[in-house]
């Protein structure tokens, strides 16, 4: 099969761009069509078939249901590292933490890819938080993605993913596996304990959890919907959020634009 002979029509870009919206409120714009081309080649290779329209039609059929789920898979851009955007943790722990007094505690990673996000949090609320075991401290982590969250439950990273880990941090909270080249390191269950993974579509109509969260993590997310899709889930955070809960976003994004009703606090971070 010549891959570069397979050509993805506007029609088929139409529908694949209509399905992913309608899915995961992901806005596939215009100008997008050689990189839905390329990531859904990967699809077409691991099905062994040889035309999207044979994909398009698989993808419409009942036993192709399972496939829709694929497709998101490898049109989601799963970028990400431990302590990204490091100005958050850094206020979590001088300014959230302190006021958190209460022996339950509830935290929220609501697109935590391959785990590095959750994980950056845990280590970090162990660190800080004394006697950590004696309080109720959890942690949600939650991605559209079967293969990341897969990826987060092994909880094994290559070195050069871990280069924003302090060396202290990383002699603390994970195990060197000298046995591969390069090394790779394992995540200690004393933090792994702490975090739920579960899988969550946020364009769901319901979202099954109980209670409120002292803190929502949803960075780097939002720059993939529209407008009106980011509206309602901003608005839909409010309502998971303990009085005075804070909500971080990506530093890319921004609230400016829509109505909400979050106090601004400092960029991409917003209190309820």
Known sequence: ???????????QFNKVSQLVYQFSGINLKAGKEALVRARLMKRLRALKMRSFEEYMSHIENDEG????GLMIDVMTTNKTNFFREVEHFNYLRDKILPELRKPRMKF?????SSGEEPFSLAILLRDEIPKIE???VKIL???????????????VYKEETLRDVPELLLRKYFIKNRKEQPPTYRVKDSVRQMIKFAWLNLMLDTWPMKGLFDVIFCRNVMIYFDKPTQQKLINRFWHFLEPG?????????????ISHKFKYVRPATYRK
């Open 1 to 11: 099969m010549n891959s570069m002979s397979i050509e993805l029509n506007e029609k």
């Open 134 to 136: 004696s309080r109720d």
């Open 65 to 68: 249901s399972r496939e829709l």
């Open 245 to 257: 809960g804070h909500l971080f976003v990506g530093h890319s994004e921004s609230l400016s634009s």
């Open 141 to 155: 982590a939650t991605d559209i993605s079967t293969t990341m969250l897969g990826r987060a439950c092994e909880a």
């Open 108 to 112: 929220w990673s609501a697109a935590c």
